[in-house]
């Protein structure tokens, strides 16, 4: 892996407010032929890591306060979010945040306002070849789509502006599981692509069936960071993360263990 050409996080603090310390120590690495996936509980800091990725610390009060975002090895954290759009990084936030009362056209036209007329036709073309039922709908409100097919208008809308690396804060939550399969068969094929996918997941078997690497967010630090087969088969992701236990954090569950072994 050339780590000149590489989406990184080195050791990140986060404060929002001045005062709430949300991330408190967060490392990753993303390469442009990688998924990588990011587990975490609610609260873990996942979607804090998103914005200081992406330059939208800003609006929601929150400061990097020690380490850095690099893009193929300079700063990206100190661009604005417009700026780290053209340098190849895009994302699609939390919730599906389509514009209700555009089209689904207008949409995808807004995402790809970055680029040149020409650009933004020939993107557009290229985005209903690979979502063919946003093909069908392109003169409809997004407000009308289903939740299936907003979250598709959302992950189209970031593909506009051609990104080297997209970023998607759990793109399958509240959907059903055969919408959760063609969202996880998307990711697949835009990094098939050539596009580095980090994939914020609470769905931890979904995230680990299509990711290279993993990491595991607690408390704003990143305790935990494998190669996907490795977490798949770690028997404290399993039963925190794959939903076999009730256990209320992975290192409840490690201390837990602990505990028990010296017990016996
Ligand atoms: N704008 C904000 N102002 C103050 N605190 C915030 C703000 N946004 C998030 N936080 C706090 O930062 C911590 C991390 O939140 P974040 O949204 O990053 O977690 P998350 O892992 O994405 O959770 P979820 O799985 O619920 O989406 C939480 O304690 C949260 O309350
Ligand atoms: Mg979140």
């Given at each position: 892996m050339r780590s000149d050409l590489m989406l990184a996080v080195h050791n990140l603090e986060v404060v929002y407010e001045g005062v709430l310390r949300?991330?408190?120590?967060?490392?990753?690495?993303?390469?442009?032929?990688?998924?990588?996936?990011?587990?975490?509980?609610?609260?873990?800091?996942?979607?804090?890591?998103?914005?200081?990725?992406?330059?939208?610390?800003?609006?929601?009060?929150?400061k990097i306060t020690r380490g850095q975002v690099t893009l193929d090895g300079t700063p990206l954290d100190t661009r604005r979010a417009a700026s780290v759009v053209r340098a190849g990084v895009s994302q699609v936030m939390e919730g599906r945040r389509v514009f209700v009362e555009f089209t689904v056209e207008e949409n995808l036209r807004i995402g790809g306002h970055t680029g040149s007329t020409a650009d933004v036709t020939a993107n557009l073309e290229r985005i209903f070849a690979m979502f063919p039922v946003l093909a069908d709908r392109r003169g409809a409100r997004a407000g009308y789509l289903s939740g299936g097919e907003q979250q598709m208008l959302a992950i189209g809308r970031a593909l506009m502006a051609q990104p080297r690396f997209l970023l998607l804060d759990e793109p399958s939550l509240g959907l059903a599981p055969k919408l959760v399969e063609q969202i996880r068969d998307?990711?697949?094929?835009?990094?098939?692509?050539?596009?580095?996918?980090?994939?914020?997941?609470?769905?931890?078997?979904?995230?680990?069936?299509?990711?290279?690497?993993?990491?595991?967010?607690?408390?704003?630090?990143?305790?935990?960071?494998?190669?996907?087969?490795?977490?798949?088969?770690?028997?404290?992701?399993?039963?925190?993360?794959?939903?076999?236990?009730?256990?209320?954090?992975?290192?409840?569950?490690?201390?837990?263990?602990?505990?028990?072994?010296?017990?016996?």
């Open positions: 949300s991330l408190r120590g967060a490392s990753l690495a993303v390469a442009p032929d990688r998924i990588v996936a990011v587990l975490g509980a609610n609260g873990a800091g996942k979607t804090t890591l998103l914005r200081a990725m992406t330059g939208l610390l800003d609006v929601h009060r929150g998307l990711i697949v094929d835009i990094n098939a692509a050539g596009t580095g996918v980090l994939l914020i997941e609470q769905n931890a078997a979904m995230a680990l069936s299509i990711a290279h690497h993993g990491y595991v967010m607690e408390n704003g630090i990143t305790v935990m960071d494998a190669p996907a087969d490795t977490l798949r088969a770690d028997e404290d992701i399993q039963e925190f993360y794959l939903g076999l236990g009730q256990t209320a954090s992975l290192r409840d569950v490690k201390h837990y263990k602990r505990r028990k072994r010296w017990l016996s």
